[in-house]
């Protein structure tokens, strides 16, 4: 009579669960949320991104003003594009961006100076954005310009990186014939 008892013994430790194989079953758990997180987060990598609609850009377009709203030789800041309106001694203009071609700071005008100063690492920049100062390897990006009926619009969409100031990038008003 004294086997009996050792044999329901046995049997009930094989019908409760070890704390090892509790363990084991967390793990794999715990192992298949991760694989799961792990594979959202690569369809999300490779799925491709939602193109703007046709009428999303438009207020990358930003228009500055009338052309007589601009003296020559004068800049204007334009916070909602992040850029600087620059009107040539000429009467040309050039959409420049606040950012320094060096480290990417955000460049103040010192009318006084008549130039854009970096306040980081000191470079800078004539009212066309040419270097006079380095560290800045390039002069500063520029902004393609349209003039309609007397109104500057500045595409803000994508920067054109230069190395250099040329004069085919200053935009004119058209003269009166």
């Given amino acids: 009579m004294e086997t009996m008892p ?4 046995e049997k009930k430790s094989e019908a409760e669960p070890t704390r090892r194989s509790f363990f084991n079953i967390l793990w794999i758990g715990l192992g298949l949320v991760a694989l799961a997180e792990f594979i959202a987060v690569a369809f999300a990598f490779l799925r491709p991104r939602k193109s703007k609609a046709p009428g999303e850009n438009t207020d990358l377009i930003i228009t500055a003003g009338a052309v007589e709203r601009f003296t020559p030789n004068s800049v204007t800041a334009f916070v909602r594009g992040k850029f ?33 100063a970096c306040p980081c690492h000191g470079s800078a920049f004539d009212i066309t954005g040419n270097v006079i100062d380095a560290p800045a390897p390039r002069a500063l990006d520029i902004y393609p310009i349209t003039i309609e009926n007397k109104m500057i619009k500045v595409d803000t969409r994508k920067p054109i990186k230069r190395s250099a100031f040329r004069v085919e990038q200053v935009t004119y008003p058209k003269k009166k014939v």
């Fill in 6 to 9: 050792t044999k329901t013994k």
């Fill in 84 to 116: 600087y309106l620059a009107r040539l001694e000429d009467g040309g203009f050039l959409a420049l961006s606040r950012t320094c071609t060096h480290l990417g700071c955000t460049l103040p005008w010192m009318e006084k100076e008549m130039k854009f």
